[in-house]
């Protein structure tokens, strides 16, 4: 490496021998100081880094963070540290260790970092996902945890949200007359509108103005957020113009001028009743905990937590279905294995959330496209609150630890052929469902996402509806969609067609 540095130097090197001898000796003193001197990183395995850039130059080449740890793994092991600009960061390509922070140390480990971006968009932290630990964010997320489950499963009324999306999504994707088409502005217009009703009780239809308008901006966060990239390493960076923090900037101007109205509509309506939705659950559990340190759940909470439905809970899910979608095209088997289970278990009438434990095989298709493509390949990065250790290294407080979901759903060692997509691994000898511990899609510990059991939910309900009343196949001539994906946000597939039919008897797409 070091040799890479000083090839890039030699063009300035003067001629004249004992100067030249001077200055190369006194450079390459310099980079070894620079690179030994660098913020002590403990035992653990470490890229080379200099002051200011951190380890950045060592990590080019073009790779998506998931696929360049995955690589630096193979050279570095497991478990190794690096600096990203200033920041001690730790990655962790293996379950084991995964887990330790997660679970086992959970606590220790349940800290955010800074950032400038996520900063703007949360209003200094008072969202979910992006705030640091505390008393506060400790009350914030059960009450959002309490307000989720009152919609969730057993209530019945997010399954009569999803399914009347569903049916909407079922009519629209039949339309299409048998063409080819993109499935993904339609799959994410259904998501969408699951969270605007959940949300703030808001149905849309098909080109609603103020729909378009959701879809428009939490797009605009999502790209944005994507290419905050080095004004997050470096927050100083913030004071020079940049064209992403414009943008973003613009877009939550939007967000919270719709959000802020649906608020003060729901404040002016609340009674002591059953809550109407999520902002009504939350403004009903506002005056809990008042006596907090930094004082209680304020409107911009509640806001932030509305905004953070959307920005964590549409662009997951849809991209799931898709990715599912995606190779259940490329394995018509697997596509009709679903539906003979459906065929069975299910019949002619709609399918409901109790018909989940009748169907297994679905179960182990969601996960198995969660596995092979999960959105978030690299969780969001936790810190360490206090001193610690991961694997017996020990971990100095503050460190940022990123865990590498991608390399640990296709470790070899506990993934048989893990470039393979299929569905039966995740059932046993017996034909009985079984979760990997190496399987943590939605994470895990104080940190897992809160909307876990929604988002399964809503899976389930999507794709048994989709398939109970159509297939999916390629465009004559067209080839399958790609696979590899691309990183923004979440790690998404790349545009593709397909073709519907629909099955006897659900010709118009709903009953
Ligand atoms: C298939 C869909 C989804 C997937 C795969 C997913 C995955 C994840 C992952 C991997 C994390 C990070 C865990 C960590 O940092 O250790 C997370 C956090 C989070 N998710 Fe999800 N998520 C999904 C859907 C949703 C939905 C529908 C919502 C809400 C409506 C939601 C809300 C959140 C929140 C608030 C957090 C932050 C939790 C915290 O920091 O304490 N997610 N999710």
Redesign the pocket.
């Known amino acids: 490496m070091s040799s890479r540095v000083l090839s890039s130097l030699s063009p300035l090197l003067p001629p004249s021998p004992p100067l030249f001898f001077f200055v190369g000796a006194a450079i390459l003193l310099l980079l070894l100081f620079l690179l030994v001197c660098s913020p002590a990183r403990g035992s653990l395995p470490s890229l080379p880094s200099l002051p200011l850039l951190g380890s950045l130059p060592w990590m080019g080449g073009g790779l998506p963070p998931h696929l360049l740890f995955s690589e630096l793994g193979h050279r570095y092991g497991p478990v190794f540290s690096l600096l990203l600009g200033p920041h001690l960061s730790v990655v962790l390509n293996r379950h084991q260790e995964a887990r330790e922070v997660?679970l086992q140390r959970g606590r220790e480990f349940a800290g955010?970092p800074f950032m400038v971006t996520t900063d703007l968009l949360t209003r200094g932290g008072k969202d979910?996902?992006f705030s640091d630990f505390s008393p506060l964010w400790k009350l914030h997320?059960r009450l959002?945890h309490n307000s989720f489950s009152l919609f969730g499963e057993g209530s019945g009324r997010l399954q009569d949200i999803v399914l009347s999306s569903v049916d909407d999504l079922c009519v629209e994707l039949l339309s299409g007359g048998g063409r080819g088409f993109d499935p993904s502005p339609a799959v994410t217009r259904a998501v969408t509108n699951v969270?605007c009703t959940l949300v703030f009780s808001s149905t849309y239809r098909h080109g609603d103005t103020e729909l378009q308008e959701v879809m428009r901006y939490n797009d605009g966060i999502v790209q944005t957020i994507a290419g905050g990239g080095l004004v997050d390493i470096y927050p100083w960076m913030k004071v020079f113009p940049n064209r992403c923090l414009r943008t973003l900037k613009d877009c939550i101007t939007v967000r919270d001028r719709l959000l802020s109205r649906k608020l003060e509509e729901h404040k002016a309506s609340l009674n002591d009743g059953p809550p109407r939705d999520l902002l009504d659950a939350l403004l009903q559990g506002q005056g809990e905990g008042v006596q907090q340190e930094g004082g209680g759940i304020t409107d911009d909470h509640v806001l932030m937590t509305a905004a953070?439905?959307f920005g964590?809970?549409v662009e997951?899910?849809s991209t799931?279905l898709l990715w599912i979608l995606a190779y259940l095209v490329h394995h018509p088997p697997v596509q009709r294995r679903v539906q003979a289970e459906l065929d069975k278990q299910v019949g002619e009438r709609p399918v409901c959330v109790s018909d989940r434990s009748r169907l297994p095989y679905l179960e182990c298709v969601i996960n198995e496209g969660?596995r092979i493509r999960?959105?978030?390949p690299v969780?969001?990065p936790?810190t360490a609150m206090t001193d610690s250790s991961i694997g017996g290294h020990p971990v100095g407080r503050g460190t940022r630890v990123l865990?590498n979901?991608w390399a640990i759903h296709h470790d070899p060692e506990h993934w048989d052929k893990p470039d393979l997509f299929n569905p039966d691994r995740f059932l046993d000898d017996r034909g009985q469902r079984v979760t990997p511990p190496c399987f943590m899609?939605?994470?895990a510990g104080?940190?897992?996402?809160?909307?876990?059991s929604?988002?399964r939910l809503?899976?389930f309900l999507f794709l048994s509806s989709l398939l109970q009343r159509m297939s999916f196949k390629l465009p004559d001539g067209a080839s399958p969609p790609n696979l590899q994906g691309r990183l923004g946000v979440v790690l998404q597939p790349l545009p593709y067609k397909v073709v519907v039919t629909p099955t006897e008897g659900w010709e118009g797409g709903a009953k």
């Not at 104080?446 to 876990?452: A, K, M, N, T």
């Open positions: 997660l955010r979910i996902a997320r959002v969270v953070e439905a964590a809970g997951t899910t799931t969660m999960p959105v978030s969780l969001i936790h865990v979901m899609p939605f994470g104080p940190r897992v996402c809160v909307g876990e929604l988002a809503e899976l």
